[in-house]
């Protein structure tokens, strides 16, 4: 499985371009309406998708052109397909035990995850090579910068509501989200492909120079397209510290550090300025820009944070009888608002419609055996980054594959306290990283100075 796919059908140029261009305006489009977190928002979202995918139907029964592009997407579909089947048989009633307290959320789901399904194999489908995905890139680059710049800008101006949107930012910076710690998630998914193309952009060779042509070399850096990454990234660490959001900031760097020790050993060949690189993150952004934009604020909210005052943690814990009680095949999709005040002892001072952790969740809602199968693929498409890191001699492959591998550490751990995954923007940047992962693995190798010249 580790050999590179090859292509069955060249599709038209000028087809492809237009896919491509349309799978970046809906990145760039889908954390702009409160996250696509609204019915009327996840609508658009929906519609657009589904019609991609009707399109390239069209396409393909037109042209007589082969659905799948690559063997390998097959294999990447598989857990989003058998989710979507289980789906449907919870929301069936059908058979025994497989179920939900609440067909119409399931509806609800399943139709979600038709989209994503879709949206993941377009972008396997139509980014098959550097030009494209560089496109893909500068994309989710350019919608984290948006949202970090209109983030900090609102709450720079302290205006009682937003001007567009017409929501209340208080002293925490959301963008166009509505709930802060997702917007700070979204922002850390972008900073880390941000990371990885950056990294893919350093030298890996070493010659032995003096001080003066290490100086020349630095200062082409920062004239060089670097600058521009080097800016974005410290414009969204920047939303990120002004979110507030405890686990956001503590995981971004966390995944960071983790990361860079992990590709020292992982890199046959290192870049040279990746030591500093990584060491001007946490130097220049954490510690200089983020003593300017309140980075105090966000440690005394994690001295602060005490099990006593968080309710959230209760949930959790009066959730897990609804696992012993469903445990292999779960209450059903989107059910969890359903199910929990049946259990629920007491009354809690939040309003919680989900279960801020969601391992917990999933299981509730999908049973383990489904969140053990989704769960595999995510760390698989880890292992694939891994792979990729160190078997490949493609530089920007290598970088985003990096970057990608941050990108699932640190979802791994954010969602332990909290909901992303039932943010429709989040999931399907996350997704979109999960595809990436398998995109820099099996794509062919191309000639680096063509590779470079399509840019």
Not at 15 to 35: E, T
Not at 111 to 125: A, D, E, M, N, V
Not at 191 to 207: D, R, V
Not at 316 to 327: K, R
Request: aromatic letters at 14%; charged letters at 15%; glycine letters at 6%.
């Amino acid at each position: 499985m580790d050999t590179l796919a090859k292509p069955t059908k060249v599709f038209s140029g000028r087809f492809d371009h237009f896919m491509i261009l349309a799978l970046c305006v809906v990145i760039i489009w889908m954390p702009i309406p409160l996250g696509s977190n609204r019915i009327w928002a996840l609508a658009i979202l929906e519609f657009t998708t589904i019609s991609l995918g009707i399109v390239h139907l069209g396409y393909c029964l037109k042209h007589d052109s082969a659905f799948f592009r690559y063997q390998w997407q097959k294999q990447l579909l598989l857990p989003p397909g058998l989710l979507l089947i289980y789906l449907f048989l919870q929301y069936l009633n059908w058979l025994p035990g497989i179920d939900s307290v609440d067909p119409y959320q399931t509806q609800q789901q399943l139709l979600k995850t038709l989209c994503y399904s879709i949206f993941i194999f377009l972008l396997s489908q139509y980014c098959q090579h550097s030009k494209t995905l560089r496109w893909l890139f500068i994309a989710i680059i350019l919608s984290g910068c948006l949202q970090a710049f209109y983030g900090v800008i609102l709450n720079l101006l302290q205006l009682d509501a937003s001007p567009i949107l017409g929501f209340s930012d208080g002293e925490k910076a959301r963008g166009s989200f509505v709930y802060q710690n997702h917007f700070a998630n979204y922002l850390a998914l972008c900073l880390s492909i941000a990371f990885g193309w950056l990294l893919s952009e350093l030298k890996t060779t070493k010659h032995d120079q003096d001080k003066r042509a290490m100086l020349i070399g630095m200062i082409s850096t920062l004239l060089s397209r670097k600058l521009i990454l080097r800016l974005a990234i410290v414009l969204m660490v920047i939303g990120l510290i002004m979110s507030r959001s405890r686990m956001g900031n503590a995981g971004f760097f966390a995944a960071l550090g983790l990361m860079s020790v992990i590709a020292l050993f992982i890199y046959r060949r290192p870049p040279t300025l990746f030591k500093p690189l990584v060491i001007s993150i946490f130097i220049l952004d954490l510690i200089i820009v983020g003593s300017i934009f309140g980075i105090e604020k966000v440690k005394q909210r994690l001295a602060e944070t005490s099990f006593a005052s968080e309710t959230r943690d209760n949930v959790v814990i009066d959730s897990l009888p609804i696992i012993q009680d469903n445990l292999f095949t779960g209450t059903g999709g989107g059910s969890f608002y359903t199910v929990f005040p049946q259990y629920q002892p007491q009354f809690y001072s939040g309003f919680y419609d989900h279960a801020h952790n969601e391992y917990v969740q999933f299981v509730i809602e999908y049973g383990v055996v489904m969140t053990v199968i989704l769960g595999a693929w995510v760390l698989y498409s880890f292992w694939l980054a891994c792979r990729t890191m160190y078997l490949r001699n493609n530089k920007l492959y290598k970088g985003i594959a990096f970057g990608c591998a941050m990108a699932i550490v640190y979802m791994l751990l954010h969602i332990s306290v909290d909901f992303h995954l039932q943010a429709p923007a989040n999931t399907l940047l996350f997704l979109t990283i999960i595809t990436l992962c398998w995109s820099v693995r099996y794509l062919p190798s191309e000639p680096q100075r063509k590779a470079r010249k399509s840019f």
